[in-house]
């Protein structure tokens, strides 16, 4: 009993063998048969593929370059913004310094309340001042001669705001006692309108300088 399952199993093993070694065969067979039968690349067709490989190289690359080139173009946008932000924060402070004048002219209903007119026009003049100066070492150091002109063309426009603040503004606000006082504070009250609008104007100019 013992040798007739030990035959079965020795057969069951050598027709395993076998088989393997069939397959074996037939794969080495069909490898050399490839090997005789599929032709070996053209110049052509290596010509093509090289062509191929130095097409993806160069869009890859040139990718790097253009990612490069933006990374350096935001550098320097956010040095420019770095840099006026001094004077950008007086060009706000500005603003609402007009904003307190025009509105104490609005509630001013006694002589003490003309201080308030006069103090927060001082201020308007001073953060416009505050910003010009900024602005000119800013220009100074300008890494371009386009740099340095719109910086002088801000300069410019903050110049005669503050040359308007303090001929028509200024040296202009009536007494409260004054019989005109009305007339006059009005027409004060509408410059300062016109010159807090011009106040956003620089503010624009200063926005598109580090764009």
């Not at 201080?115 to 800013?138: A, P």
Request: net charge positive; charged share 30%; aromatic share 8%.
């Amino acid at each position: 009993m013992v040798d007739f399952v030990s035959n079965i199993v020795g057969n069951t093993v050598n027709d395993f063998i076998d088989g393997a070694m069939l397959v074996l065969t037939i794969m080495i067979l069909w490898y050399v048969i490839k090997f005789f039968i599929v032709a070996p690349p053209t110049k052509e067709e290596r010509a093509a593929k090289n062509e191929e490989s130095m097409e993806r190289a160069k869009k890859f690359w040139g990718g790097v370059k253009e990612r490069g080139a933006k990374s350096k173009l935001e550098q320097e946008r956010k040095n420019r913004e770095n840099k006026i932000s001094p004077a950008k924060r007086h060009i706000v402070k500005a603003q609402e310094s007009s904003e307190h004048a025009m509105e104490s002219i609005r509630r001013a209903t006694k002589t003490a309340d003309v201080k308030k007119i006069i103090d927060s026009v001082e201020d308007f003049e001073h953060h416009l001042h505050q910003s010009w100066k900024y602005l000119k070492l800013l220009r100074r150091d300008a890494p371009s001669m386009e740099d340095k002109d719109k910086i002088h063309h801000i300069m410019e426009g903050i110049e005669a705001i503050k040359n308007n603040v303090t001929t028509k503004v200024k040296g202009k606000i009536p007494a409260f006692s004054d019989p005109d006082w009305v007339p006059k504070i009005t027409a004060i009250l509408t410059e300062i309108s016109n010159l807090r609008a011009s106040v956003h104007a620089i503010w624009n100019d200063m926005m598109n300088y580090h764009k």
